[in-house]
């Protein structure tokens, strides 16, 4: 069961900022890396469903963090049916992403409360997102949609929208104003943030000195 309520999954999105998105196979990397981002001041967690038995991955990470960091959120993307959502939220995920929108997924989330963000393309998709119940709605991918800009056109008439995009955000002070400037809720980031020479290396406290800095851009706006 999720650990918390998807009002305060939506505040910690919020205060974060950034949503580191990460996946790995083997579970310590995993561990260490949630905790690398941690330290460095991350409330949100996004771990990504890739891969065989990413599951059990995530069930380790899930009972790891439930004993040793309570008040972080740990959720899960690249959820596209309701059936392997359920089966995320029984191993205790506070959230779930997915890069589209179906309704089924809408149900089961709010059925047992938890906080979903579909991922969308257009401003008929996100408008029938927030009629399903989703108090965040994901962009992706973030870039080709149309970045920025497109933010920005869909805040205009729809200012009550928090977005989330994912894809073509850099962990550069440039980049993050034009997608904060445009009015995003949060925004997601993988591979930019997760280098696989840094994985590679275990050089996990350039993890946490890198998300520091990100969220200190961040803080700035």
Same mark, same amino acid.
């Given at each position: 069961m999720s650990k918390h309520s998807r009002i305060e999954v939506a505040l910690k999105l919020k205060e974060s900022g950034v949503i580191p998105v990460f996946y790995h196979p083997d579970k310590d990397v995993v561990?260490?890396?949630?905790?690398?981002?941690?330290?460095?001041?991350?409330?949100?967690?996004?771990?990504?469903?890739?891969?065989?038995f990413a599951h059990e991955v995530f069930t380790h990470l899930s009972?790891?963090?439930?004993?040793?960091?309570?008040?972080? *959120?740990? &959720?899960? =993307? @690249?959820?596209? #049916?309701? /059936?392997? !959502?359920v089966l995320y939220i029984q191993a205790g995920a506070d959230f779930i992403v997915s890069p589209i929108l179906n309704p089924e997924m809408a149900k089961a989330c709010n059925r047992r409360?938890?906080?979903? *963000?579909? &991922?969308? =393309? @257009?401003?008929? #998709?996100? /408008?029938? !997102?927030?009629e399903l119940g989703?108090?965040?709605?994901?962009?992706?991918p973030g870039l080709q949609v149309g970045g920025p800009d497109f933010v920005e056109a869909v805040k205009g008439p729809m200012p009550w929208t928090n977005i989330m995009p994912t894809g073509g955000v850099s962990p550069d002070y440039d980049n993050l104003?034009?997608?904060?400037?445009?009015?995003?809720?949060?925004?997601?980031?993988?591979?930019?943030?997760?280098?696989?020479?840094i994985i590679q290396k275990?050089?996990?406290?350039?993890?946490t000195n890198k998300v520091i800095e990100v969220l200190r851009i961040v803080k700035s706006f």
């Open positions: 561990v260490e890396v949630v905790k690398a981002c941690y330290k460095g001041g991350i409330k949100a967690f996004e771990f990504t469903n890739r891969g065989d009972h790891y963090v439930k004993k040793n960091m309570p008040d972080l *959120a740990v &959720g899960v =993307g @690249s959820i596209i #049916e309701a /059936s392997t !959502a409360k938890i906080l979903w *963000a579909p &991922g969308c =393309g @257009s401003l008929s #998709e996100i /408008s029938y !997102a927030e989703a108090e965040i709605v994901k962009i992706f104003k034009k997608w904060f400037d445009a009015g995003v809720y949060c925004v997601g980031m993988g591979s930019k943030l997760f280098s696989k020479d275990g050089d996990f406290n350039y993890i």
